[in-house]
C-alpha cells in the first residue's frame, strides 16, 4: 500500500489553505527543534525523501548544499515545489518512498520531515539510506508521535461540554494501518512503535545522535492559546543518526 491523499483534489486543496503550508518552515512547530538536527549543508549532496512543497530543499540550497533532490509522491506537491524554488541546485523527482533507488554512498544527507508514517516498512527505510549515505553521512527526520498515532483517530476524547478530556492511547503495540481523519478528510497513516523508529535505526548500522519530542515555545504559547494543549501529550518524534566511517 503507498499512500497519497495527496493528489486528492478536495484534500490538496485544504492542505495548501493549512498554516505551515501557507507559511513555510517557521510555521511548522517543530522547525524550531528540527532546524537543530540539521546538518551543515554547505558542499552536501542532499536527498529529502517526501519533500512536499520542497520547504526543506529550499533550505538546504539556501544553506549551500551542493545538490538537493526532492522526491514525493504526489505530483500536485511537486507542481507547488517546482513553482515555488528558485534554486538551479534543487532538482524534484515524483517516486514514491518504497520505490526509491540509488547508487551507494550517494548523498551526504538524507532527510524527511512527517512522511514516514505513510509508509509501511521503516526498517526498508532505514537500511535504504543507509548504503545511500556516504561515511560520516546525516539522516535527520521527523514522523508523528507514536503516541500520537496509536488510536488511529488523532483526535482527543470530549466531555459532553466539549472539553478536551484526553488522548486516547490504545492497540499501541499493534503496528499497521490506521484511518485517522486530517483536515477532515480520512487518511491511512501506518502506527509503529517508538521501538521501531529507533531499532531499526540501531539495526542497519546507525548511530543515534538526537532523539527530541518537541514542544511549543513560549511564542506559540502565547500567541495561539489552544497551543497549550500540545503540551499534554507528544505529537512528533524527531531523530537524528549518523552513518560512521
Known amino acids: 500500500m503507498k499512500e497519497n491523499k495527496y493528489d486528492d483534489e478536495a ?3 485544504k492542505y495548501s489553505a493549512f498554516p ?9 512547530g517543530e522547525w524550531h ?3 537543530k538536527l540539521l546538518p551543515d549543508f554547505a558542499g552536501k549532496r542532499v536527498l529529502d525523501m ?4 520542497g520547504w526543506h530543499c529550499i533550505y538546504a540550497a539556501e544553506q549551500g548544499a551542493k545538490t538537493v533532490l526532492g ?8 507542481e507547488k515545489a517546482r513553482e515555488m524554488t528558485d534554486c538551479p541546485d534543487v532538482v524534484y523527482e515524483r517516486a514514491a518512498i518504497e520505490d526509491l533507488s540509488f547508487d551507494a554512498e550517494s548523498f551526504d544527507a538524507v532527510i524527511s520531515s512527517l512522511a514516514f508514517h505513510y509508509v509501511e516498512s521503516f526498517a526498508a527505510v532505514c537500511r535504504s539510506v543507509y548504503d545511500w549515505l556516504a561515511p560520516e553521512g546525516t539522516f535527520a527526520f521527523s514522523v508523528e508521535h507514536p503516541v500520537f498515532t496509536a488510536y488511529g483517530t488523532q483526535d482527543w476524547f470530549y466531555g459532553n ?3 478536551k478530556l484526553h488522548w486516547p492511547v490504545d492497540r499501541y503495540f499493534s503496528e499497521g494501518w490506521r484511518d485517522a481523519v486530517f483536515l477532515g478528510e480520512q487518511v491511512a497513516k501506518h502506527h509503529k512503535t517508538l521501538t ?11 548511530s543515534l545522535e538526537a532523539i527530541v519530542e518537541p514542544e511549543p515555545t513560549d511564542e506559540m504559547l502565547d500567541a495561539v492559546p489552544e497551543m497549550k494543549d500540545e503540551l499534554r501529550r507528544p505529537m512528533m518524534l524527531l531523530v537524528r543518526a549518523a552513518k560512521r566511517a
Open 71 to 78: 522526491t514525493d509522491i504526489s505530483e500536485k506537491m511537486l
Open 11 to 13: 484534500f490538496f486543496e
Open 196 to 206: 521501531t523508529y529507533l531499532q531499526s535505526l540501531i539495526d542497519a548500522g546507525f
Open 50 to 53: 517526501g519533500c512536499g512543497f
Open 161 to 163: 461540554d466539549g472539553t
Open 33 to 35: 527543534e528540527f532546524r
Open 20 to 28: 505551515r503550508s501557507v507559511g513555510g518552515l517557521t510555521a511548522a
